[in-house]
């Protein structure tokens, strides 16, 4: 070990006329282990917040949706062979988009709709998974009979609002034809037999969403043969930019346009990836206030230790000895704080695991506390901490070394 940092961690050692001092230490140490702590918690609770609304949104949409300009698109099973031809995508199916007022005795609300082929399996995979109670079949979707009413599957959380459970009739109107814009009464009021309850966990879906069959959604708008898009699945998640480049070379681009689940929650992932941002970078001035404390308390060592830095520069330590010497003291206290702070962090974000916090969804899109810990993410934290803390003992330890032991020693 060498004389510098020896001499350094021996002064962390208390006496009792460095008491005040070692007091001050303590407190340095624990500003940045709550410093350090918080950021790791915080960064950790963003990153599960991403993670679970990346797999509300996949679980509750395809990885991307093929759109056609114009109105006809009748020709959509010709080009799904296209598109289930093409590498990375697995299987592709075609969907209506709409949006209708659903009303329910005295209750109206406003949802997204979108009409299903039931003839893809894969399609329905997250309804399934996410079915309210053991009754209900997606196949109820479609009328069961002639003269009987078609089925709807609607969230758990637009079932509460409209009062009604499974079994129950409601009435599907185009918001068109209920301004007085549309004269196309027909298909613009029907009534629908809830066959299904559904809960992704994610408000904006579970009250503000419901599925019909594809053929119902196509008669409701009068499309005939028509679609909205074809909706997709890749093998990889990460590879489908390299999906979309091959799709697009098949189909030649235009009239048709890509769209993938990240383009379509552009804003929402923005904002989280902003917020995240801002969070970190306030969250650091707590790093940074605790680092300032550092330096305090290194300015208060320089001047109790004026006698012992006399002494070391007569007995021959060069001033970068002295530099090294309050630099280690300083660094030392540094890493105490980062080690525990991270400790603490992983600590808190065990328990905030293991307890279940509830969320109010309809404000945060999710119903619990989420944490997902990046590793990477904390070694820049700690990396960060310990080199604010190291530029913070810079100013000390330079006054500590331009001291000049001859007008020191005279007065002692």
Known sequence: MMFETFI????????????FISVITLISILGVTLGVATLSVVLSVMNGFQHELINKVIGANSHAILFRYGVDFSDHEEVRKKVVATPGI???????????MLSAGEKMI??????????????????????????????????????????????????????????????????ITLFGLSNRTQASHRSFKVAYIFQFG????????????????????????????LEFFVDDLHRIDFAKAHLNKTLG????RIQDWRQMNQNLFKAIQQNKLALGLILLFIILVASLNIAGTLILMVLEKSKDIAILRTMGSSK??????????????????????LVL???????????????????YFISHLPVRIHPMELVVVAISSLLISFLATIYPALQAARQRPVEVLRYE
Request: aromatic letters at 8%; hydrophobic letters at 40%.
């Open 8 to 19: 350094g961690l021996r002064y962390l050692k208390a006496r009792k006329r460095t008491t």
């Open 90 to 100: 697995t299987s592709a199916s075609p969907i209506v988009l709409g949006e209708v």
């Open 110 to 175: 406003g949802v997204g709709l979108k009409g299903i082929s039931l003839k893809h399996p894969i399609h329905l995979q997250a309804l399934k998974r996410n079915k309210v109670g053991k009754k209900g079949s997606l196949q109820r979707l479609i009328a069961p009979h002639k003269g009987a009413l078609p089925g709807i599957a609607i969230g758990k959380a637009l079932a509460e609002k409209l009062q009604v459970k499974q079994g129950d009739v409601v009435n599907m109107i185009s918001p």
């Open 202 to 229: 994610m408000n904006q879906y579970d009250s503000k969403f419901c599925f019909i069959s594809l053929k119902q959604a196509q008669s409701f708008f009068k499309l005939k043969r028509s679609v909205t898009g």
């Open 253 to 256: 681009g235009w009239p048709y």
């Open 320 to 341: 970068q000895s002295v530099i090294r010497i309050f630099m280690t003291y300083g660094l030392y206290i540094s890493s105490l704080g980062t080690m525990a702070g």
């Open 345 to 363: 962090g992983l600590l808190l974000c065990q328990v905030a695991t293991y307890v279940d916090f509830k969320l109010d969804a309809s404000v």
